[in-house]
């Protein structure tokens, strides 16, 4: 079973906005990370924020962590059509050893 | 640095028949995971693995077993294949302390099953 929720599942944008997706868990967590997919591919880590972090930036990436409301959001600024790709983020809990993935939203940038 | 490795990429196989895939990490990693991702489940723990002890298991039924080898090379076998295992198997890699830092994915395993 997934731990957590995406909002939204899908999201259009043009080319320079900025792209916002929310993800929301159910359990107390050590991480949460975010990760990207092309097409069906392998994943590939965008970052990770820990527990007793709030706030976290790379590159063009911000990622928040609210653990009072067990939610988490990840912007993208100044979007680029190579930013199209399916967003998940995922969490551990102590000692655990597995990611715990949500749902996913797919982003789709237009030139 | 070579990244994560999957073999083989594409699969095809009819029910009831067994598959092997196979998983090499990224030179240095020790902790390998396997997920398995299919439109309706989204993306599932099937097991993690540290110096050759799975240290733990998703919720999958026995049919789906795992083992590693001491080169940290993973293989995960599926025996009597249903039509729902067709899906995208992915393996992971990382130092040691398994989903606590970041994950290397492989490109997956695409399996059907028929």
């Known amino acids: 079973s997934q731990q957590g929720e995406e909002d939204p599942q899908a999201l259009s944008i043009q080319e320079g906005e900025n792209a916002t997706m929310n993800c929301s868990y159910k359990?107390?967590?050590?991480?949460l990370q975010w990760y990207r997919q092309n097409s069906g591919r392998g994943l590939v880590h965008l970052i990770l924020?820990?527990?007793?972090?709030r706030e976290k930036h790379s590159g063009r990436l911000r990622v928040t962590l609210d653990t009072s409301k067990k939610s988490s959001s990840l912007l993208i600024t100044a979007s680029r059509a190579a930013d199209t790709a399916s967003y998940f983020c995922?969490?551990?809990?102590?000692?655990?050893?597995?990611?715990?993935f949500g749902a996913g939203t797919t982003v789709t940038v237009r030139a | 640095k070579a990244g994560v490795t999957q073999t083989p990429r594409y699969l095809i196989k009819t029910r009831g028949q067994q598959v092997t895939l196979s998983c090499s990490p990224i030179?240095?990693?020790?902790?390998v995971s396997w997920y398995q991702q299919t439109p309706g489940q989204g993306l599932q723990f099937l097991f993690e693995?540290?110096?050759?002890?799975q240290r733990n298991k998703g919720n999958f039924p026995g049919r789906f077993s795992g083992r590693q080898f001491s080169n940290s090379r993973s293989e995960m076998n599926v025996s009597t294949l249903e039509l729902g295992d067709s899906a995208l198997y992915l393996c992971?890699?990382?130092w040691g302390q398994g989903a606590m830092v970041e994950q290397f994915f492989g490109p997956g395993t695409r399996l059907t099953v028929l």
């Open positions: 693995y540290f110096s050759e002890t």
């Open positions: 030179s240095g990693h020790r902790s």
């Open positions: 924020i820990r527990s007793n972090e």
């Open positions: 995922a969490t551990d809990e102590w000692d655990d050893y597995k990611l715990s």
């Open positions: 359990t107390s967590i050590n991480n």
């Open positions: 992971a890699s990382s």
